[in-house]
Every structure is written in C-alpha cells, then in structure tokens.
C-alpha cells in the first residue's frame, strides 16, 4: 500500500473550516484514499473515501488533486468534538491487501 | 442496525492468566481484523479473518495469542499467559464482503481494554 504523510498536528479555531492535508505521491490506480480519526479512548472512526472525484458527506468533504498525489480533508465548522487525531490511508483491494495501516496521523486541536 | 460489538470494554488479568477478547461485527458483515493499540502509540494491524479461516495474520505475535472467527458466533482474540507488555487497547472491526472495488468501508467497535496486573 501506498504511505502517505500528514503534519503530525495543528490547531482550528471553533467554527472555522479545518483543512487537514496528505501527500500520497506514490499511490496507485486502483487505491482508495480513506480518512478515519480517533477521539481519546474512542475506536477509530470512519469519515469518508474517494477514488478519483471530491466526495462530501455530513461529517466533512474530500479534495482528491487531479494527479491523486494529495487530498485534504475539509471539515466545514470545526467544533470541539473534532478534537482528534486524523489518519489519511491509502488502501488496496485485494485477498491480502484490505486491512487499513495506520501511520502516525494528525493531532487536531480544536480551540475555542 | 448495531455497530460492531466488542466485549468486555475492561478487562483486568493477573500475569499469566488467559486473556479473551470477543467481537461480533456488524450484520451482513463477514471480515473482521483485530488492531492493538498500546499506550500512546499507532493501531497496529494484527489479524484478519473471514468466517472460519484467517486471511493474514503478518501482525500477530508468534506466540501466546491467537484469534478465531467460527461459522457460529464472535470472533475471538486469545491471549494466553499475559504479561505487563500485553497491556494495550484491542480493537475489533468488520467490513462486508470485498468481491467489488467500489470502496467498502471498514466500522470498528469501541475497544477492548486490556490490564496485566
């Protein structure tokens, strides 16, 4: 699978868009880019995926650059509850390939 | 429709008791992967499996652990004789059927947290 890398923290102002960014240069045709965060003590969390086209969904929107080399992760009003660590995946489809690796992440911290 | 279900939420077992850690997933689903997560640290990928056989296990330990996902019933991570290191959260997810790429979606539980006193 392809790795990707994130910032390993910021901070958003309540109400304000967060964008969180990940580079995936290496990524191939047929992987997934999937965003999942984790909130303290909490399983991780599914937000959302794409291939090629931006997605949006109630919890947030996803920007795929045309090259598919980058993607961020908006996150329209950021609240306190947003307070997280974010993972960016790249994921493949295959017998072995489906499980999710988790890299380091980005810790989001949202102030008031 | 449930989410997948992991019990206990707390376990505590002395140094070289056995550990079980059991996980239903979500209905209709048929994979399911088993994470750990130690304190202050990364999930780890450790298993996957599929009703009755396991597809990777490239992140278990070599010994002491082993998990099963039968015809009937939760999926089960065993720990056998427990250490101080085995002290981590586990967390169970589950996913459907991978027969298309149209991007399916692994759902985690709540996690299983595990102390070795």
């Known amino acids: 699978d392809a790795k990707t890398t994130q910032p390993p923290s910021m901070d958003c102002a309540e109400g304000r868009a967060a964008n969180l960014p990940c580079n995936h240069s290496t990524i191939s045709g047929n992987e997934y880019v999937y965003w999942y965060r984790q909130i303290h003590s909490q399983g991780p969390q599914y937000i959302i995926h794409g291939l090629k086209n931006n997605e949006t969904n109630e919890m947030a929107s996803l920007i795929i650059t045309e090259d598919r080399k980058s993607s961020t992760l908006i996150l329209p009003h950021a609240t306190l509850r947003d307070t997280a660590v974010y993972y960016c995946?790249?994921?493949?489809?295959?017998?072995?390939?489906?499980?999710?690796?988790f890299g380091g992440g980005t810790r989001v911290l949202v102030k008031p | 429709n449930a989410g997948v279900m992991q019990n206990p939420r707390h376990l505590v077992r002395r140094r070289g008791q056995e550990a079980r850690l059991r996980c239903s997933p979500m209905?209709?689903?048929?994979?399911v992967y088993w994470y750990r997560q130690l304190p202050e640290e990364g999930l780890k990928f450790m298993v996957y499996?599929?009703?009755?056989?396991?597809?990777?296990e490239s992140g278990m330990p070599k010994e002491r652990f082993s998990a099963e996902f039968p015809k009937e019933g939760p999926s089960i991570l065993r720990i056998q004789q427990v250490v101080r290191g085995d002290s981590a959260a586990y967390f169970c997810?589950?996913?459907?059927?991978?027969?298309?790429?149209?991007?399916?979606?692994?759902?985690f539980g709540e996690g299983s947290w595990l102390t070795v006193v």
């Open positions: 997810a589950s996913s459907p059927s991978t027969g298309d790429f149209s991007g399916n979606t692994i759902y």
């Open positions: 209905k209709g689903h048929s994979h």
């Open positions: 995946i790249v994921r493949v489809f295959g017998a072995a390939g489906n499980k999710l690796t």
């Open positions: 499996l599929q009703k009755e056989n396991i597809i990777d």
